[in-house]
């Protein structure tokens, strides 16, 4: 089957559920009221002609070329503009409208190159397809020079501008307002000198505010906007549809191929997290999978002192788990233990555990979104009897009253945050939702274009409890709480203790401003603005979880909800917004050392027996230790050995030379992954990994959405990564004989009974499925906790504020809170392999000017960054973005290595770091810590790799 | 932080969040029977009360009754 594009509609899909039908070219059709005659003609497969029109905007009726005849109109409106109306009959191939068409093609060919057999786009280009379409056959005007010749704008690492194929239908102007919603482009001078600029006239693409998602080049019907890889390899022959590895919003794809090599990355329109819509890093940032730097084959060595030998895949199974054996024999089944990756697939995940529960013969198995997200997994288990958010993204919709804790959107969730930005601004004549954004930094969301925040509650960092709990006793003692609801849905005993708790004075927003630094008056307005302001829903991320209190905030996140009926229904809800792609997926598929896929607690005999009956082996009833506990018992030498999949846990996780002294006093670190990273400088083992391009598999998005990843071309390394955990398997003597992930996924759903109804049979026929998939919602469910909460009665948890142990002081007088930026992801592996290192080449200290002006820095400047656990450098950039007493850095680049400050406290209930806060102090610096040096000189020295001898 | 001073901490911790609970002592006691590995309840409670809150204190206690010293 040879290439095509997906089909395009003209205008987008109607709402309405009032059908409507008409008659186009002899043939009924009958369509939503409010779609346009040119949607309605595609849909029963009539093509008229259109350049200015694509489903992905709003119609606007420029080009005049999809003019109609309409039997008892006079003239010959416009199919994009003109609605669909009862008994309507339209004709849409006409002699006068053929030689209408014919001229308005006429005057577009007339300022435009002809030189389409050399053209990037040919064979994919709308207005070569248009010329055929109305026959143009000759141009009769001389050739204009209004838009020939000019200069092309290359600054863009993955597409180009080429102004002098513009026909200026403004399709990238609106995708840029309407989809993406940054505003970046516009249409410069009037009539025949109208141009598209991004930003002013000396802006060039890389310059301007454009946040490359690529709507623009997805919108143009022209080479004006176009791929750089299309230019370079011509158009693909194929595509599939897969779903992106970056973040929780798991967008769908079409990976567009020329045999197994990749051309590009398209967002599919029928991508239910996506709608169509992507960001820099899924639609561009792909090129780290054929990185030189990947490792291929497997290697292993006696020492972290020696090289690197490559080996063959039969020796490094064998002698891993020689080496696990060993181990295990010499200390013990306990000093084992493995580590999920929330990049991998839930397939690749759940084995990982099986072979740590079933194989190692403990439960001592932790995935990375302990230092993330398992604080939802407790908050929402605890007071919503599951760990997940409520909502599908489209009920973002619906939302009257967005409030954002934590989170930065626009930055770590892009393309969610671009429908969430869309509802904000309003469209239609209906107005937008209201904003609320409780963050200590004036993120990007805060005020962008036709958008303000109502309330901006500038925290300081570690109090969200305190606000939060204010806020609750504003909601309580104004009586704003909606009693009805929580008598029907919760516990009323424990709502009245809580209610009793919150309305306490000591509560109160005045009470706590010296502690919050927020404004009582602020803060109350925005909580009567939650409370009253119909739909309001709660989205969340990081900023919430990764505190000493993560898991209280969770739960009184809920708190909240439940106090104001805002669960069970579309346009309200919890949202934890997921920080990598399958985070949702990993903390489903039982990879946290207490409990079995689908949040059943080990010590829950039934279902661990179910486990045993089906894998054959007795599984011990007792929680196993998380990653923080590894690394202690590590350092007091009892935990010896750890296979870890797909996390760079020196890098991301808290206090890195805590880190690297656990590992360094392990006897054997197995690292699996794409590249040798910061983990493998102390490894012993190192597995080749495959990318999310090479596999099979599934991924759950933020939504609780599973949704197929299809293998596009064949792993470099050999092997999918669920098949090296199965190598291991067998290799250890397990039984173990998959063929393909479906089966994986078979025994999921076998042993999971939110998953029951989960199958790739299913998946390829519905697209993806949000779990629960059970009989009684065969479907999946978009919504949770319609009718009922999931524990049968909502429960209501008193949250106190304990304030963190981390405390500012004469030596350490800032608060440091880190975060990420848009064209990076997590510790970067992926995108500083990248171009997108164009945007963001190092990471930044972000200081206020005051504190800036007191210690002499100014933008640009090095600083050393110094806490109780350690300091690094790097440079500064002043901006009011953060408050007095604030500081925030990302933590991308490995030779920043910002966790070499972050602390060992963590949430209470959880152990998830508390990353968000951390007590420090900048000064001038010349340059790179002894840490800095240190830590270069190791990894130059650990990353060597010699091919192995031949035996003589 | 040796491992012990890290568990106290962790232990006194989760006393000061679960102090506003019904029954915090009952609190404490589930929450480390759940997520708590076998090596560090019985560091925990080889440990004594020494430097844990009343509260966490009496649930290391409680926790040991049930499943003896070790």
């Not at chain 1, 089909?7 to 009032?18: H, W």
């Not at chain 1, 050995?641 to 805590?658: C, F, M, R, W």
């Not at chain 1, 840490?931 to 031949?950: F, G, T």
């Not at chain 2, 019904?22 to 090596?39: G, M, Q, S, T, Y």
Request: hydrophobic share 35%; glycine share 8%; with cysteine.
């Amino acid at each position: 089957m040879t290439y095509q594009s997906q089909d395009d509609f003209g205008t987008p899909a109607s709402r309405s559920d009032e059908m409507l039908s008409c008659v186009i070219d002899g043939r009924a059709v009958t369509v939503p009221a409010g779609t346009s005659i040119m949607r309605a003609a595609a849909e029963q497969g009539t093509s008229i002609p259109k350049l200015c029109a694509t489903d992905s905007v709003k119609s606007f009726g420029s080009c005049r070329l999809c003019l109609v005849e309409i039997e008892g109109r006079k003239g010959t409106p416009a199919s994009c503009t003109t609605p669909v109306e009862p008994g309507m009959v339209v004709h849409t191939q006409t002699p006068h409208l053929a030689k209408l068409r014919k001229g308005v093609m006429e005057l577009y060919i007339s300022d435009h190159p002809l030189d389409c057999l050399t053209c990037a786009a040919n064979g994919d280009c709308e207005l070569q397809d248009q010329a055929g379409a109305v026959g143009l056959r000759d141009v009769r005007y001389d050739v204009q020079s209004h838009h020939l010749g000019q200069a092309k704008d290359h600054s863009n690492p993955y597409f180009d501008f080429d102004p002098s194929k513009c026909i200026t239908c403004s399709r990238c102007v609106r995708a840029c307002d309407e989809v993406q919603g940054t505003l970046a482009l516009t249409v410069e001078g009037r009539g025949w000198d109208s141009k598209i600029s991004a930003g002013l006239a000396s802006d060039n693409f890389l310059g301007s505010e454009c946040v490359s998602c690529g709507a623009c080049v997805q919108a143009c019907p022209t080479a004006t906007l176009v791929e750089k890889k299309i230019v370079e390899v011509g158009t693909p022959e194929r595509s599939v549809i897969t779903t992106c590895a970056y973040c929780g919003v798991g967008c769908t794809f079409r990976a567009e191929m020329r045999g197994e090599q990749m051309v590009r990355m398209v967002p599919h329109k029928d991508g239910k997290a996506n709608r169509g819509h992507s960001c820099v890093k899924g639609r561009f940032a792909w090129g780290y999978a054929q990185h030189q730097e990947r490792i291929l084959k497997p290697m292993i060595r006696k020492s972290v002192s020696d090289p690197w030998v490559t080996v063959e895949w039969d020796e490094a199974f064998a002698y891993t788990v020689s080496e696990l054996k060993r181990i295990s024999e010499a200390y013990g089944k306990h000093a084992l233990g493995g580590i999920t990756s929330s990049r991998c697939t839930n397939e690749e995940t759940f084995l990982v555990q099986k072979l740590v529960r079933a194989g190692f013969g403990n439960n001592n198995v932790d995935t990375c979104a302990r230092v993330c997200h398992s604080p939802t997994g407790y908050g929402l288990k605890t007071t919503f009897g599951t760990s997940a958010g409520t909502q599908d993204f489209d009920s973002v919709e619906d939302c009257d009253v967005i409030l954002i804790i934590g989170a930065n959107p626009t930055d770590a969730h892009p393309v969610f945050a671009s429908r969430m930005k869309r509802r904000l601004r309003g469209q239609d004549g209906r107005p937008g939702a209201k904003l609320i954004v409780i963050d200590p930094r004036r993120t990007d969301i805060v005020r962008s274009p036709h958008i303000e925040a109502q309330h901006h509650l500038a925290l300081r960092p570690g109090t969200n409890v305190a606000v939060l709990t204010a806020m609750a006793h504003v909601i309580v003692t104004e009586a704003l709480a909606d009693e009805a609801f929580i008598k029907l849905r919760c516990d009323w005993d424990e709502y009245s203790h809580w209610a009793e708790f919150v309305s306490n004075a000591r509560n109160s927003p005045e009470h706590l401003q010296p502690v919050t630094l927020v404004d009582a008056e602020e803060l109350r307005a925005a909580a009567r603005l939650y409370a009253t302001g119909d739909n309001g829903a709660i989205y969340y991320g990081l900023g919430v979880t990764e505190h000493s209190q993560g898991s209280s905030t969770v739960m009184a996140i809920a708190n909240l909800a439940m106090a104001t009926g805002n669960i069970g229904r579309r346009g309200v809800g919890v949202n934890p917004l997921r920080g990598q792609n399958n985070v949702q997926g990993a903390c489903d598929m039982g990879s946290f050392p207490h409990e079995l896929s689908g949040y059943r607690h080990i010590s829950d005999g039934d279902a661990r027996r179910l486990f045993e009956a089906d894998w054959g082996v007795p599984l011990d009833p007792e929680p196993g230790l998380r990653i923080p506990n590894m690394l202690d018992a590590a350092v007091d030498g009892v935990f010896k050995a750890l296979y870890v999949q797909g996390e760079d846990i020196l890098q991301s996780d808290p206090n890195t030379k805590h880190v690297s002294a656990g590992l360094a006093a392990m006897e054997c670190v197995i690292v699996h992954d794409l590249f040798l990273n910061e983990t493998a400088n102390y490894a012993h083992i190192f597995l080749p990994g495959s990318t999310f391009l090479e596999k099979n598999g599934t991924f759950t998005n933020a939504e609780r959405r599973i949704q197929p990843v299809r293998k596009v071309m064949t792993p470099l390394n050999g092997l999918e990564d669920w098949e090296v955990t199965q190598g291991l398997a067998q290799a250890m003597g397990l039984d173990w004989h998959y063929s393909h992930p479906s089966e994986i996924m078979d025994e999921i759903a076998r042993l999971t009974p939110s998953f029951a109804g989960v199958s790739f049979n299913r998946l390829n026929e519905t697209g993806s499925l949000q779990w629960p998939v059970t009989p009684d919602a065969p479907d999946g469910s978009p919504i949770m906790h319609v009718d009922g909460f999931v524990r049968g009665k909502g429960r209501f948890v008193v949250t106190d504020y304990v304030p963190t142990d981390e405390k500012t002081g004469p030596r350490f007088p800032l608060l440091l809170t880190t975060g990420r930026i848009l064209s990076h992801y997590n510790v970067g592996a992926q995108t500083r392999r990248t171009e997108n290192v164009a945007w963001h080449p190092e990471d930044l200290l972000e200081i206020h000017p005051v504190d800036a002006e007191d210690r002499g820095v100014k933008t640009g400047d090095w600083v050393k960054l110094a806490s109780r656990a350690g300091e690094t450098t790097l440079r500064a950039t002043v901006t009011d973005r953060v408050a007095p007493g604030v500081v925030y850095t990302t933590f991308h680049h490995a030779v920043t290595q910002a966790n070499v400050v972050t602390t060992d406290y963590s949430d209470w209930a959880t152990n998830c770091p508390e990353y968000k806060v951390t007590a420090v102090q900048i000064s001038a610096s010349n340059g790179p810590t002894d840490w800095q040096e240190d830590y270069e000189a190791l990894s130059e020295r650990s990353r060597r790799i010699v091919a192995k001898v031949p035996a003589e | 932080m040796s491992t012990v001073e890290h568990i106290v901490y962790m232990a006194n911790q989760i006393a000061a969040n679960l102090a506003t609970d019904k029954d915090p002592v009952r609190a404490i006691v589930n929450h480390i029977e759940l997520f708590w590995d076998p090596r560090m309840k019985a560091l925990i409670k080889a440990h004594g009360d020494v430097g844990l809150s009343p509260n966490a204190a009496a649930a290391i206690e409680q926790i040991a009754k049930q499943h003896g010293p070790g």
